[in-house]
């Protein structure tokens, strides 16, 4: 098997952002033992609640 380098990648810019202590606790809770950073949880958050965001 050879290494292959995985083309996937999109571009990013880093914003500062702050979270309520309690929240950020949340978050760590559940992505424990997952293969899933802080910053991957809160993009994919953002994504579904975009893409389910109530049309007026």
Do not use: H
Not at 12 to 17: D, G, L, P, V, Y
Request: with cysteine; glycine share 2%.
């Amino acid at each position: 098997m050879t290494f292959k380098i995985k083309e996937d990648k999109i571009e990013t810019e880093n914003k500062t952002i702050r979270f309520p202590i309690p929240l950020i606790k949340e978050i760590e809770k559940q992505i424990v033992g997952k293969n899933v950073t802080f910053s991957k949880f809160v993009i994919q958050a953002c994504e579904y609640a975009l893409e389910n965001i109530e049309k007026k």
